[in-house]
Every structure is written in structure tokens, then in C-alpha cells.
């Protein structure tokens, strides 16, 4: 998949979760590609295979389960991690597949591989876990007492009394 639907995809579900994380989760979901071009620019004349250890979906979860187990305030290199394993699964449904862990020489493809880069269907696919996420965030936002960083309610804000009738009229039409 092309790095805007990683991007997109690892972003909106990182959204839903924890939004102060979403940087890290999309660096995160682009990470398997600029590290690799990375080792290639170091790699002094060898080949570097494209997906292949930057892509292991077992060294991306290893640094999910170590980002838990250790004290990540923030859950920054959690968030990095998963957009990582995004990655992986985006790369996943592709034709090419993406490698498990370095134990094995085969890729795998998920839901039959049906998908190719930059076709109808990884948008659409993307569209639709971004939609869901959206829904997500927005029920989460509407409901009485529901709160969500960067998503303000103003007016229930302003009938809960928190807020001034000035600073209601200044905001109530703010999105973010």
C-alpha cells in the first residue's frame, strides 16, 4: 500500500485510543519503509530487499509488548510500534504479502492477497477504516459526558455550565 493509506489508517485507529499519540503512530506506520531506505543508503553497495527485516511483524509487536512492560508515560513507542504493525497488515493484503518474522522465507497475504498498490480497492478499503474510526470518535464525542482530547462539545459545555456564554459564541462552531 502506498504510505497515505498507512498513514491514514494507523492515525485514525490510534485516534480513536489515545489522539495525543497519533504522531507517533503515523511515524510509526511509515517507519518499515524509511528505515529500510535508510539501510540501503548505509548498506555500502549491498542489496537491500525491499520488505524484508524492516517488515517483520514479529519485531514490531516484540517493540509493542517492550514499550508495555516498560514505563512509556505517553505510550509514544507503544503507539510507534503499532503503527508499525499497521503497516505490516496494510502491506499484508497486498499481492507481494508482508514476512512474519525472520524464521520464515514466505510472505503472507491476507484475505488472499487480493489487493494491489494503488488500486481502487486500498482506497476504498481505507476509507472505510477511516469512516468506522470517524464514527467511533464521533459517537464517543456526542454522548453526554463523552470527551475526547482536540474534539470539544462547546454548547453541552455551555448548558453543563463550563463554559461562559462568550466563550461559547466564540467556539461553537469550531470543529477541532
Known amino acids: 500500500m ?8 494507523a492515525g485514525a485507529i490510534c485516534a480513536v485510543v489515545n489522539p495525543a499519540a497519533v504522531p507517533a503512530a ?6 518499515p519503509d524509511w528505515i529500510e531506505m535508510i539501510r ?6 549491498k542489496k537491500v530487499k525491499h520488505r524484508a527485516a524492516t517488515h517483520y511483524l ?7 509488548i517492550f514499550a508495555r512492560l516498560i514505563w ?11 503503527g508499525g504493525a499497521v503497516h505490516w497488515v496494510c502491506d499484508a493484503l ?3 504479502g508482508a514476512p512474519v518474522g525472520w524464521w520464515s522465507d514466505r ?5 488472499g492477497g487480493k489487493v494491489y498498490t494503488g488500486s481502487p480497492a486500498e482506497y476504498v478499503i481505507t476509507g472505510i477504516i477511516v469512516g468506522v474510526c470517524a464514527l467511533f470518535i464521533w459517537l464517543r464525542t456526542t454522548t453526554p459526558g463523552g470527551f475526547i482530547p482536540f474534539f470539544y462539545h462547546w454548547a453541552d459545555f455551555y448548558e453543563r455550565g463550563l463554559v461562559d456564554g462568550l466563550e461559547w459564541r466564540i467556539h461553537r462552531f469550531d470543529m477541532i
Not at 540501503?40 to 553497495?45: D, E, L, P, V
Not at 512509556?72 to 503499532?82: E, P
Open 26 to 31: 503515523v511515524l510509526g506506520s511509515t517507519a
Open 72 to 82: 512509556d508515560h505517553q505510550s509514544w513507542l507503544f503507539w510507534f510500534a503499532m
Open 58 to 64: 514479529a519485531a514490531w509487536l516484540a517493540l509493542a
Open 94 to 96: 497486498t499481492v507481494s
Open 2 to 9: 502506498r504510505w497515505i493509506s498507512h498513514i491514514a489508517i
Open 40 to 45: 540501503r543508503a548505509f548498506s555500502r553497495g
Open 107 to 111: 510472505r503472507v497475504t491476507l484475505f
